[in-house]
Structures are given as structure tokens and as C-alpha cells.
């Protein structure tokens, strides 16, 4: 069960002033080429344009200031090898402490530099997230450093839950919104958010049907393992739901939608040739969830969440070469 | 010699209030990375966020705006076959009144679409801009419809120029602005837009340098035609400046820059992966221009002109392809 006197108005006010002048206030944008594809009054909410081009930063910077001056002075550690990572490095370095970033061995040497641009130390080991994560609780526990995890952590959650916050100020009259759905951080915050300030609102999530770890998962009515997650969208790799989000996302959320990997790749190219956005796979996959499943949203006001835009070249080769 | 008195404050502000509403105020955007690449505060003017994705909405807009009534009634031409078509369809769609684009009969499916999509009537005729401007010309006088040409004529300066006007108030403190040149329209139009409001400001053109019909051309004074100008940047095809706008620039512009083609491929995928920025080939000049040139520009406050983001996804998918 969980405790909503957690996840109260108050406590959403109380991240937004934490990340004010900090994260950015992120645009809306529209496109009318695709609201009429999708048949509704589609907006965008960018994220992609926040600092380092993901939400991730709101929840990592949020929980950052909320720890004791001492213990945020010892450092913080992460696990993660996206924009979890770079979140939580900035982050650091905004509170000048130090960030230590547990990567696997065979990260791509962008990532690496990102990571090390914004400041933090890296420590490459394993190759899977369940050893990366060992090692991390390990090493934070021996070098006493506060873990940061990417969503299973209340305060992450509602970090993320700003995005809908500062979303509902800009768009007084949405009824919609799709959320990219990996572990849960975001789907989890928002559903919160929802629940607080807006509760007619209707919250979907949406995942690649490679990667349907939520979709299954709020079937059965628990949380279910998946054996893979072969997915375009590599923020959405997640085998199971977050512990921490899943029931919230259960109480909430009005469904999870599944698209394909030839769908994220159409939206992607068409944020970038019509919208002029940018989004990652993970990104686009809210767009991708209103254009398959337009029936649902028939001239109704939508607003897609675009988490990231932290797109490799080679992935915007592959969305961008023929057929599509 | 120019006539300046047709580019005074007072015509740039009646321009700027024909547009109001109109016309989107795009975004000013910046982006760590690349100021740090440039030596320079680097800004981008977000032309590829106004309707129908560049800057040539405002000029076309604008020329009709000034139309009589009748003579707006019976229809506009134009022979442009990239985004000054789409922008002169907009824009008589507008008022409620037709447009009709000569396009080349090889023009691709996808430019005809956007144009038909925008309510234009069509006709396809030769190969050659040559060819299309004597047929449109032709044309105009037997159906008494008024030409809006790319570049010849001054409202479309005025127009292009508000460009400027409106970063000037955005940017209060900018040093330097770098311009895509093509014809000269937008280039013209910020030059004389900086002599009426900011004499000090430093106007730069920007081309491609196996398209460098201006560079030669100032460099001998007079205007020369070159033979070709296979360019990966389309809008930039010019064979050679405008008669309108060279006096113009000639008289205001500090320098014009040539930029390679590896160079503008280079500035559209670090637009894409680090600013988020969708900018065509055309679009990516003014920063490739920032990049290549930075020892000039070097702890300035510098503005590039994303003129537009209209791009092929055959094109993303060259610029995504390494090496780069």
C-alpha cells in the first residue's frame, strides 16, 4: 500500500521550489501536422531540452537537496549507465560534492566522456545492471556514499512528478497525458501528481511491446519479470517495474500502452522532420502510443511527454534510412 | 546606391507589427557544448520554429500584407520551389486568397505534398530556376497575379530583417550575428535591420565555399555568377546575389565566411545530438561559420541564424553516418 501523505500537494511544491532556477521550466511545443495524425490536440511536453537533455535531472537534483548538508558532503553514487548518470553527476556538481557513477565495461566511449564532462568519477564494472548495482551498494557502503538510485527512492519520484506540475500551469485544460515507461520514475511521479492536483486527469503509460515488463505486470496484477527487453528505446530496457512505483502506477494509471519498434522509429522521425524535436527512442515512444493509438484520443487535449533527447548518431542514421 | 530611407526604424516596426500574431517570436536557444567548441557565447535564433519551419514566412507575410486589397484578391506567384513556396502559400492562405508556385517538374513528392498541403495550386514546368521565373513571370501578367519573389524587393527585406529586430530585444547585449546568405534576402534584410538599430553590430554571411558566389562577388565588388553550387545546403544554391540585397550587404557586412561541406554536416549533428536543435543543411551554415571561424568570434557575444529546419530524411541520414 502506499502511503499517499508522501506524495501531497505540499510535497510536490516542495520539489518545485527545490529545482526553481535550477532545472529548467520546459517548453511546450505543437505541430499541426501531427495533432491531425494523431486526430487531437497533441502537445509536447520537451524534456529533451532540459539539463542534460532528460528529465532524470529534476528527480536527482531534487533528491540531492533534501539530504543533511554532512551527508551530501560525502558524495553520492549511482548505477546507472544513461541519463540517470549524468543527472545525478551535475547534480553533484550544483551541490559541489562528488559523484561516483558505476558503468559497465563495455559503455560507449560518448557515454563515458559525457559522464566525466559533468564532473563525476567513473568506475566501470560488469556487464549487466544486476552486477553494476551490487557493486555500487557495496562500494557506497564501504565509502559511505548516498546511493541515488534512478526510481526507487520516493524523493526521485517526486522530483519527476514536477514535470506534470509545471505541465498542468502551462496547459490549464489537459484531460491526457502519455508518459514513457521504463523502471517507473517518471510514469510513478506523475501518476502521484496526477493524483494530487488533478484527478480526472487521465495518465497513460506507454512501453515498447519488446520491453512490456508494465503492461504484463498491471495484467497480472504484480509485479512480473520479463526474460528480455530488445528495445530501440534503451531508456526502457527495464525488465520488471520499480518497486516503489508500481503500486502508485497501479492505483492510477488508466492503462499502459505497446508500440512497436517500427512505431518509436516513425515518431522519432517525425518529431524531427515535422516538430523539429529531438527525442531519444525512449522519448518519442509517448508519441508513438498517440499516433497507434489514436481511436482512444479522438480530438481530445493530449500532452506526450518527450523524456529525453540524447540520441547517438548511429540511431538517428537507422530512424532516418528508408522504408519507414 | 540604396535608398535608406526605405529602411528606416519605422519601416522595420511596421513590418514587425504586420507580423504580430502572425508570425511566431521563435526561441533563442544556447547550448554549453558548443559555446565551449566556439570560444564564444554562442546563441541560435530558432528560424526553423517559424511557421512552415524557416524564416521566409515573415517576408512573404509581410509583402502581402502591404498587397491593395484587390490586387491581394486576385492572387499571388512565386517561383521558389523550397520554402518560399511554403511560405507564400501560408501566407495567402492567410488572407484568404490564392497562391500559385511554379515548381520544377522533378520536384519531389514530399515538397509538393507540403506545398499542395498548404492550400497552393501547382504547376510543374522545366528544370532550371531560370526556366521556372520566365514561366512564372509569364504567368503573373497573364493571370494579373502579384509575383512574391524570394528576394527581389524590398518589403521582403523588410520582412527577413525582423528577424533581427525581434533577437535585438532578446538578446540586448549580442556583439556579432552570423547569417546563411543564398540569395541574400535574409542577409539583406538583417544588414539593413542593423544599420537602422544597432550600427555597431557585426554582420557576418555565411556559405557554403563551393557556393561562394558572394564572397566572390565582394570580393570583386560587383556581382559574379558562378557555374555551379552543388551544395548539400539547398537553400543556398544560389548562382548569385540578389540585385536588391547587394548594395545592401555591401555596404553593412563585416565579412563573408565560407564554411566546407563536412563542416555544415559536422554543425547539423552537433545541433541535433547537443542542442537539440533541427537544422537543414542551410540552417546549420551560420554555426558551422561560429565553429570554423571561432578564432574571430572568440569570448563574444554571438547570434547564428538557424534560418531553417526543413530536412530530408536522407539528409539526417548522411550528416548521422560517420565518420564526422
Redesign the interface.
Known amino acids: 500500500m502506499t502511503d499517499w501523505s508522501f506524495y501531497g500537494r505540499d510535497r510536490f511544491e516542495e520539489a518545485r521550489s527545490a529545482l526553481e532556477g535550477k532545472a529548467h521550466v520546459t517548453?511546450v511545443?505543437r505541430c499541426r501536422?501531427l495533432s491531425e495524425m494523431a486526430g487531437c490536440d497533441l502537445a509536447f511536453k520537451c524534456e529533451?531540452?532540459q539539463r542534460v537533455?532528460a528529465f532524470k535531472f529534476r528527480g536527482a537534483f531534487y533528491m540531492l537537496s533534501t539530504l543533511a548538508e554532512a551527508e551530501r558532503a560525502r558524495g553520492v553514487i549511482t548505477y546507472s549507465s544513461g541519463n540517470h548518470a549524468q543527472a545525478v553527476a551535475l547534480a553533484a556538481s550544483f551541490f559541489k560534492t562528488r559523484a561516483v557513477i558505476v558503468m559497465p565495461e563495455d559503455a560507449s566511449g560518448v557515454k563515458l566522456a559525457a559522464t566525466r564532462g559533468y564532473g563525476a568519477e567513473i568506475l566501470q564494472h560488469g556487464f549487466t545492471p544486476q552486477e553494476r548495482q551490487v557493486f555500487a551498494t557495496h562500494l557506497a557502503d564501504e565509502r559511505r556514499l548516498t546511493m541515488v538510485p534512478p526510481y526507487e527512492d520516493p524523493r526521485i519520484l517526486l522530483g519527476q512528478g514536477t514535470v506534470l506540475t509545471e505541465l498542468l500551469e502551462q496547459e490549464p485544460t489537459l484531460e491526457v497525458v502519455l508518459v514513457p515507461v521504463g523502471g517507473g520514475g517518471l510514469l510513478g511521479g506523475i501518476c502521484a501528481a496526477a493524483r494530487a492536483f488533478r484527478p480526472a486527469l487521465e495518465v497513460y503509460g506507454v512501453e515498447p511491446e519488446v520491453a512490456d515488463d508494465w503492461a504484463r505486470s498491471m495484467e497480472a496484477g504484480r509485479i512480473l519479470r520479463i526474460r528480455s527487453a530488445n528495445t530501440i528505446a534503451d531508456g526502457l530496457r527495464s525488465l520488471e517495474p520499480g518497486a516503489i512505483p508500481f503500486p502508485i502506477v497501479k492505483e492510477i494509471v488508466r492503462g499502459i500502452l505497446r508500440v512497436n519498434e517500427d512505431d518509436i522509429r516513425r515518431a522519432m522521425?517525425l518529431l524531427?522532420?515535422r516538430a523539429?524535436?529531438?527525442a531519444e527512442p525512449s522519448g518519442a515512444v509517448s508519441v508513438a502510443g498517440a499516433l497507434v493509438h489514436a481511436a482512444r484520443f479522438r480530438h481530445r487535449r493530449v500532452a506526450a511527454i518527450i523524456s529525453g533527447?540524447?540520441?547517438?548518431?548511429?540511431?538517428?542514421?537507422e530512424i532516418?534510412?528508408?522504408p519507414?
Chains 1, 2 share one sequence.
Open positions: 517548453p511545443a501536422a529533451n531540452l537533455g522521425l524531427l522532420t523539429k524535436v529531438v533527447g540524447n540520441v547517438e548518431p548511429a540511431t538517428l542514421a532516418a534510412t528508408p519507414h
